[in-house]
């Protein structure tokens, strides 16, 4: 166990030293499990914060010792916030309609470009951007401000998210034709690149303009002209594969991002 310096306690316990939010939460976090520390805590307190934890501390002991007896703790709760979000259900069942909506014009009409090739790299764009938004998510500012929050829950979401569309497009595909790698590779490209961009914008921006985009520079223009883009070709696999290994590794680093409660979301 790595215990805080001597410093960073001391910085903590003064309300007018500056302490970044990650190193807070830590300490935070840490002191609920080392009393050493505690203690270390408790010799900064003063005399008048002493008093008002002891009149705290009282006024907590006669509310537990009068009130009902606590709710049952459901062990199953924490693990469904850090995984899913259930305002993802109407988007992800929307995802899937699509997608079998696409694969049953692809079989009426064969001649066309696959629609499921198109609408790959979106379909997992709604689903992200709600996984990690203040709009969809009611206990989103409590989540944010947890010590486990930030880049890591939303990679949990998003694999949440992956774990429908994913399967989805595979199911599509091999009822089309299409090569995977023709979708999946691109799904996976763009998955990385909301998370990539939403370190700046917001992740809901940022997959409404990578969506916007996508739509506007290849889905019509295929649509009109009735050809596959080229970077929909078969050949298009390995700029796939290395665009989505770049961007991943940018998030990576933009990962501090997720943790501000200032976040754009």
């Known amino acids: ?89 109407p988007w992800l069942t929307m995802t899937v309609a699509v997608l079998a909506c696409a694969a049953l014009l692809q079989a009426v009409q064969p001649a066309f470009p696959s629609l499921v090739a198109l609408l790959a790299p979106v379909a997992p764009l709604p689903g992200v951007a709600v996984a990690w938004s203040r709009r969809h998510d009611p206990a989103w500012e409590l989540i944010a401000g947890t010590p486990r929050s930030g880049l890591a829950m939303l990679l949990r979401r998003t694999a949440a998210v992956l774990a429908v569309v994913v399967p989805a497009l595979a199911l599509a ?13 691109p799904c996976l490209a763009f998955t990385a690149a909301t998370i990539a961009v939403g370190a700046y914008a917001g992740v809901r921006r940022a997959a409404v303009v990578l969506g916007a985009a996508w739509t506007l520079a290849v889905i019509l223009p295929t649509v009109v002209t009735a050809d596959m883009p080229v970077v929909l070709q078969p050949g298009s696999s390995l700029g796939w594969v290395l665009l989505t290994l770049a961007l ?12 501000r409660l200032s976040s754009r979301n």
């Open 173 to 185: 595909s091999s009822h089309t034709g299409v090569s995977l790698a023709v979708t999946l590779l």
């Open 1 to 89: 166990m790595t215990h805080p310096s001597l410093a960073v306690i001391a910085r903590y316990a003064d309300r007018e030293a500056a302490l970044d939010e990650v190193t807070a939460w830590s300490v935070e976090v840490h002191l609920e499990s080392c009393a050493d520390c505690r203690s270390l805590m408790a010799g900064y307190a003063t005399d008048d914060t002493r008093a008002l934890l002891d009149r705290i501390a009282v006024g907590v002991d006669r509310g537990i010792a009068t009130g009902p007896a606590p709710a049952p703790r459901r062990r199953w709760a924490p693990a469904r916030h850090r995984w899913l979000v259930w305002h993802l259900v």
């Open 248 to 259: 991943c590794g940018f998030a990576a680093i933009q990962a501090p991002t997720f943790r």
